[in-house]
Nanobody, 123 residues
Framework: QVQLVESGGGLVQAGDSLRLSCAAS????????MGWFRQAQGKEREFVAA????????YNTGSVKGRFTISRDNAKNTVYLQMNSLKPEDTAVYYC????????????????WGQGTQVIVSS
């Protein structure tokens, strides 16, 4: 069974850091782009960051630029999201996803999704 499992979320204070992990199983995702998306309460799910299958190109949304860094370890079939200088507006459920076609920043490009991990940033 193909599965993506996020971990590393939690309750932190503004200014703190967290590192999210997404472990894939059931198949190799070395030829897939990997992305992170988030959904805050009462809002639509939005793009956060993505990384190409090679790991040589990364993308991120303007609201997290300079604070979040995406990376991947293909040997471990795992993608990470390092989040620094967290703000209350970063509070959301964070999802990882994998896909091999389409725009790397578009949700429709991703075929496989995890169940999400909760991040809560207090003020």
């Amino acid at each position: 069974q193909v599965q993506l499992v996020e971990s590393g979320g939690g309750l932190v204070q503004a200014g703190d850091s967290l590192r999210l992990s997404c472990a894939a199983s059931g198949r190799s995702f070395t030829r897939d782009a990997m992305g992170w998306f988030r959904q805050a309460q009462g809002k639509e799910r939005e793009f956060v960051a993505a990384i190409s299958w090679s790991g040589y190109r990364t993308y991120n949304t303007g609201s997290v630029k300079g604070r979040f860094t995406i990376s991947r370890d293909n040997a471990k079939n795992t993608v990470y999201l390092q989040m620094n200088s967290l703000k209350p507006e970063d509070t959301a459920v964070y999802y990882c996803a994998a896909g091999d076609s389409g725009s790397i920043v578009a949700q429709s490009s991703y075929e496989f999704w995890g169940q999400g991990t909760q991040v809560i940033v207090s003020s």
